[in-house]
């Protein structure tokens, strides 16, 4: 039996057999047409896992003739892409070398910094890929002297021809004519979650674990706990989180409490409770000020329960804040506040509101009608400054009226 993983030898040879990616190896895909020309830049492919860069970069090589060396950097220094380079100088190969370095983000910045030397002497030719967002872990040298293309998951329609042709290679190297229907082959696609070599796996795995069909029964087994690809210190995760809040804010219930249940299932219960607990502050505020309260005994509760029970405290809490009016004006009025703090106004704090004895004339409020009276409270060089603007909705809205009729305003 050959022990190579289903999903490598099941390996596309050419731009056509590509899973997906069309904007890239379509017909009119933006490789397919620069290769086809004749031009080759430095590149920098980022997007999940199995979704075909390191299988592009193997057809970019072989479609330019060039000598294609793999390395990967969470196990590569420096010293290997100096071999590389040396290597490449003695072969009579007149298309050049082509370096695949896979992960490119676990470089450190002086790494990175010492490719540059041999992308811009033309020694190599860089293809970078990386699962992480390339602007926030890609050295900005790199970046401007290299194309950077986006890898998307793989929609499951697009991944069943590759996999119907795994089903068949299995039967041929096994002797065998095991079966799976479409809606199963769907199902194995669904499951991997928009990474084909997943549903490779996947496949493999029911293949050999079923008699003579490969069932909703038998792949139950393997894919009961797919939640797709989620790492808690990547891209992805600060992808879900920004997605959560975002949704929130704009007042859509169902994707919020989709994001919630990618973090939940996920197993960042600690960072979903962290964020919901910001939102409630920052983007309910003051339109309705009992969110605060309400997050935080739902999220001491679901922290109290863990998971699963979890579930329960913060979906009602999710779907309540997104549900809710909407008010930063309180978060407007602190940054307001901190660009003056910032411009070093306001060093001078009122005599009359200092903590001694030395000074007077502060006027205790509580001894006037209606619990106010009209007093310096800013410096001197801020006292003309309004920081807070009263949201539009209702309950803030019902604060400016009281305070206009007290202030007789």
């Not at 070398?97 to 002086?110: G, P």
């Not at 809606?183 to 499951?191: F, I, K, M, N, W």
């Not at 979890?310 to 506040?337: D, H, Q, R, V």
Request: a negative charge; glycine letters at 6%.
């Amino acid at each position: 039996m050959e022990k190579r993983p289903l999903a490598d030898l099941m390996r596309p040879t050419d731009f056509s057999d590509i899973a997906g990616q069309k904007h890239l190896f379509g017909k009119n895909g933006v490789i397919t047409n620069m290769v086809s020309r004749g031009y080759l830049t430095n590149m920098i492919f980022f997007g999940p896992p199995g979704t075909g860069k390191t299988t592009a970069a193997g057809i970019i090589a072989e479609k330019s003739g060039m000598q294609i060396h793999r390395l990967n950097a969470t196990t590569a220094s420096l010293a290997d892409v100096k071999a590389v380079i040396a290597e490449s100088k003695s072969l009579f190969n007149t298309n050049g070398t082509l370096l695949y370095l896979d992960e490119i983000q676990y470089f450190n910045k002086k790494q990175q910094q010492s490719l540059l030397e041999f992308i811009e002497s033309g020694q190599i030719t860089l293809i970078a890929s990386t699962t992480e967002n390339p602007y926030m872990y890609v050295y900005n040298a790199i970046l401007s002297r290299s194309a950077v293309f986006e890898f998307k998951p793989i929609a499951p329609e697009e991944m069943l021809t590759r996999i119907t042709l795994a089903l068949s290679h299995l039967n041929e190297r096994e002797g065998s004519a095991k079966t799976a229907s479409r809606e199963v082959l769907l199902t194995v696609a669904s499951a991997a979650c928009g990474d084909l070599r997943r549903a490779m796996n996947l496949l493999e795995n029911c293949f050999y674990a079923c008699d003579d069909e490969i069932t909703e029964d038998v792949l139950k087994d393997f894919a009961n706990k797919t939640v797709g690809n989620f790492d808690k210190d990547g891209t992805m995760h600060y992808d879900l989180i920004s997605a959560l809040q975002k949704s929130v804010r704009g007042s859509d219930p169902d994707a919020a409490v989709f994001y919630l249940a990618k973090l939940l299932e996920g197993g960042d219960l600690l960072g979903a409770c962290r964020r919901i607990t910001q939102m409630a502050n920052e983007d309910i505020g003051l339109a309705y000020p009992m969110a605060a309260v309400i997050t935080d005994a739902c999220v001491n509760s679901a922290l109290r329960l863990g998971m699963p029970e979890a579930t329960a405290p913060l979906s009602n809490c999710i779907i309540m804040l997104a549900t809710a009016p909407k008010s930063n004006s309180a978060m407007e009025a602190y940054f307001a506040a901190k660009a003056a703090v910032d411009a070093g106004k306001g060093q001078a704090i009122p005599s009359h509101l200092r903590q001694t004895e030395l000074f007077s004339g502060y006027q205790y409020p509580h001894n006037f009608p209606n619990h106010w009276v009209n007093q310096q409270y800013l410096p001197d060089d801020l006292k003309n400054e309004t920081f807070y603007h009263f949201g539009e909705n209702k309950t803030e809205q019902a604060a400016r009226e009281y305070w206009r009729k007290i202030k007789n305003k």
